[in-house]
């Protein structure tokens, strides 16, 4: 403040200096007394002023941290939805997340605030000695009694983390809870008795396409094709009879478990081995119609014949799903002797008697042709897609993936397909995952074809 009065002095007597010409000494103005007590406020001002602004910047500067450990947080979480600071402040103080794959394999990764679901990826790939494989994977969330949901590479984990446990919070369980009621279709998920990680979901690494050619693969990518095929069947996307689920569920207690032994009398709770463990509903049961005529040509339709209109589920009673696990045990105890490796590929070999079984199978809604059901499966794979009534092994259309002109989504939840000239849409909550997956293969076949 001294300073700024002595140099306002300084300056006003440097302006106002006037001589008269006989005297040496300068004749003073009026003004200079008005600009020296200016001059002598404005300094005080700023003397006082000077602390409040000096904490104030300590403050932000204190603060800053936080604020961009939020922000890298916020930016990739929709703005219409408000979210708990204890949330945020539980998540952000995380350094590891924990990763599922193999099974019952959980790994743990370090993580920071701009860690993003890329470079976990990249980071499971190199530990797991995969980054020269066929096939390529994803990271995928897995909610309690849901099928796996691809996750953007591009979201940050922690961002990814808060939006699950907010939508998983005690407020919002209410609210979801009457969708995980089994519909007459089959169509709502089902939610299972255990809980899958500590809070409520888990973070799954998976194969997320395969090759389109036969190529050579590695141990560890059978071991995913396993679980992608044992995954597959638990969540009732394999459709199959009861007897062969009950096949399926014996051949993979020998896998894991190893011989059966006499004294067991139930199965272990985890893993699970048969999709009534996490359900507890007796396999769909077809809905059929009188014959009707549905047209088209093998890679474009099916035949005449019978449709099914849908599927009905009923909930197992106590007795009923106490003889699915004794028939499970009996068939387990006929395969004494048999290798891991020997039952894994008579699972296997039972899982390629269906033709789609390396297709990714998706829920959706159509409005387009009227002679198919609303609720469909939509299926994609290495060479072509398909489309089928849910839990129904023939499809009702075919299609190569060079039969598809055009593709995209015009609204968040709606896709849409040009197809042999016809326009086909249908709506799903899984359209990043479906359009990633129909771009990786086309870029695939498009690769093929100029090889050769």
Known sequence: AALVCGIAAQWAQVQTRMFDGQSSFPIRQPADFFVLGVATVIGLA????????????????????????????????????K????????????????????GDRVLEIPISS????GDILDELKRMLDLDTGASQYGMFVRLPGQC??????????????????????P???????????PSADGSANVTSSASDGAQGYEFVFNVFHFPCHRTPISLVEEDFMFE????????????????????????RCQCIFGDYKPTSTALPDRPFVHPAQIDGLHPPVMLDSKATSVKGKR???????????????????????????????SKWSQLDGMMIEDARCAFMDIVKEWPFYRHAVFDIKQSTYADWPTNLWFLVGPDNISFHRKHCRQPLAEFALEEIESMGAPLPARFHMVIGGKPLDFETKRVLEIALLLKQYCIQRAKLYRSK
């Open 46 to 81: 700023i003397g006082l002023s000077l602390p409040f602004f000096i904490e104030l910047m300590r403050t932000d500067i204190l603060a800053a941290p936080a604020f961009a450990k939020y922000a890298a947080i916020k930016q990739f979480l929709p703005n219409d939805k």
């Open 83 to 102: 979210y708990s600071e204890a949330i945020l402040d539980d998540v952000a103080a995380r350094e590891f997340v924990k990763i599922n794959c193999l």
């Open 114 to 117: 701009e860690t993003t679901c």
């Open 148 to 169: 796996d949901a691809l996750i953007d590479s591009r979201i940050p984990v922690h961002a990814q983390m808060v939006h699950m446990e907010s939508m998983l919070s």
């Open 171 to 181: 407020t919002n369980r209410q609210a979801t809870a009457a969708n995980n009621i």
């Open 228 to 251: 992608r095929a044992m995954d597959a069947f638990l969540w009732r996307r394999l459709p199959c009879s009861a007897n062969t689920m009950t096949r399926l569920a014996s051949l």
């Open 299 to 329: 890679r474009s339709g099916v035949a005449k014949g019978k449709v099914t209109l849908g599927v009905s589920f009923e909930r197992m009673s106590k007795s009923e799903y106490d003889a699915t696990i004794a028939a499970i045990l």
